[in-house]
């Protein structure tokens, strides 16, 4: 088995909706500078391989319960470029949605970063569209996903030739001769598509790494196509480990079909590992998690507007099959209850045990908000110790369900550290992630060579 990849998916006020009410989380963005510049230096201290920004264009009061990291926060290429100061070996990952964005400027900035960087930036390009994203863009209608995602195919091409524009040696810097540029290795882009028209050549030189690696996360089938055609890593979205295996080996299908080399295409997955000392540890971080989450049964009146309305008790009900008139949240899931209960409602109990240790029937019992909390908040968590866990992912691993993941922490900074001095000194103890940073650039990091600038290699085939 090859080395995992793994990076963080960096929230500063935590993953969980309720990681921010932990004791000790951080908590207001206005000190996003401190809790970004702490993140790095945990992470660069273990030698993960990159820091990765997720991003929305838009926000509003609806996201307070459901996802409190995106209310107010740094945007992405600007957490970089603070990053690529602060930084000197980890990778650097920024989201941009090819939707709303302007391929020239985001070439010309990522270019700039790469520089800035010594070769350490990516890009997560995505193509999502949504009525707020449009409003704050000037759009009257939001475009179908097949137009969104040929813009997509046409952006990625023009960003690649772009960062082309510049071979290595066109700038000659001669100061004997007086010669500055050689015009000749100055290539204009003239790309003229339906969605997409640059005329180039970029104002940057080349990047460290040629290409920034570009990284792809979607699940509907154009974005799999996308993936597999034009990125370096297919950052997906997975249930289990048996789909994982299907749908990397599809991704990769698709890759070879496109006429690539289908081993240059990663697939990463986003994980919440709950870190503790011992299992029941890591079990009461995610119990404490759990009861810290808000269902609309905990405002006497109504939750406020917004407020998801899966997160209640009445959706419970309709869930497992049973009348929760006259119960509150913090009731305990009784063994008649749950005898009462649907196949779906033993499951969720059974998920709730493995997660926070809370048994029906036992001296700790599970409460509705647990069951509520978990069939709702959406996370891919393993709960355990950092052996179990380090275990859990070589599993994957070993299963050829992934190259690597996307590590999401609970809450910052307490489950990242957990996580970075815990779980990855046990990944490298299985040989399953390096010691030490063996490059100096994202690409080398990921395994992926520096593709040879376009124009350079056509010289050459003329020559
Ligand atoms: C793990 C994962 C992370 C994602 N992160 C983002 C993100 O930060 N920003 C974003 O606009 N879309 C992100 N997406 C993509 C959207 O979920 C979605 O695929 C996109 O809006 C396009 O949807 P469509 O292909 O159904 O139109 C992510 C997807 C996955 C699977």
Redesign the pocket.
């Known amino acids: 088995m090859s080395r995992l990849i793994i990076g963080a998916m960096v929230r500063t006020v935590g993953a969980y909706p309720s990681g921010w009410r932990v004791d000790g989380a951080h908590r207001d963005p206005r000190d996003d500078a401190a809790a970004l510049r702490r993140t790095a230096e945990i992470a660069e201290a273990a030698r993960l391989d990159y820091l990765f920004f997720?991003?929305?264009l838009a926000t509003g009061p609806e996201l307070e319960h459901r996802e409190p990291h995106l209310v107010a926060r740094i945007d992405p290429l600007s957490a970089i470029t603070y990053l690529s100061a602060l930084t000197s070996r980890i990778g650097l990952i920024a989201?941009a949605?090819t939707t709303y964005a302007d391929p020239y400027a985001l070439a010309r900035a990522t270019a700039s970063i790469d520089l800035l960087s010594g070769g350490r930036a990516g890009l997560?390009l995505?193509?999502?569209a949504d009525p707020e994203s449009d409003a704050n863009h000037g759009r009257d209608v939001r475009e179908p996903?097949d137009t969104?995602y040929d813009r997509a195919a046409e952006f990625e091409t023009v960003l690649r030739r772009l960062w082309d524009s510049f071979e290595d040696d066109a700038i000659v810097a001669d100061a004997e001769t007086g010669r500055y540029l050689d015009p000749r290795k100055l290539h204009p882009t003239r790309f003229q598509g339906a969605h997409v028209r640059v005329a180039g050549p970029l104002n940057v030189a080349r990047p460290v790494q040629g290409h920034l690696p570009i990284v792809h996360?979607?699940?509907?089938p154009?974005?799999r196509l996308f993936a597999a055609r034009s990125a370096d890593v297919a950052?997906?979205?997975v249930p289990g480990i048996g789909r994982a295996a299907e749908l990397r080996e599809e991704l990769r299908a698709l890759a070879f079909e496109s006429g690539r080399d289908d081993r240059t295409l990663k697939v990463v997955a986003?994980v919440l590992p709950v870190v503790g000392e011992t299992r029941e540890h890591a079990q009461s971080i995610a119990d404490r998690l759990t009861e810290l989450v808000t269902v609309a049964e905990d405002w006497p009146d109504a939750p406020p507007p917004g407020f998801p309305s899966e997160r209640s008790l009445a959706h419970l009900a309709g869930l497992v099959g049973i009348g929760l008139e006259g119960f509150r949240p913090d009731d305990p899931v009784s063994p008649g209850l749950l005898a009462a209960c649907s196949p779906l409602g033993v499951e969720l109990a059974a998920l709730v045990a493995e997660r926070t240790g809370r048994v029906v029937g036992s001296d700790a019992p599970p409460t509705f908000r647990h069951l509520v909390v978990t069939a709702t908040v959406h996370a891919s968590m393993i709960v355990g110790t950092s052996e179990e866990i380090a275990a859990e992912f070589a599993a994957w691993a070993d299963a050829g369900a992934v190259d690597g993941f996307n590590v999401l922490s609970a809450t910052q900074p307490d489950q990242f550290a957990a996580f970075a001095t815990g779980v990855v000194p046990e990944l490298q103890r299985l040989g399953v992630f390096p010691r030490e940073y063996e490059g100096s650039t994202l690409r080398d990091h990921l395994g992926l060579e520096r593709p040879a600038n376009v124009h350079s290699a056509s010289r050459l085939l003329v020559e």
Do not use: E
Not at 217 to 220: C, E, H, V
């Open positions: 997720g991003d929305w989201t949605n997560n995505v193509a999502g996903a969104r996360s979607g699940t509907s154009r974005a950052l997906v979205a986003p």
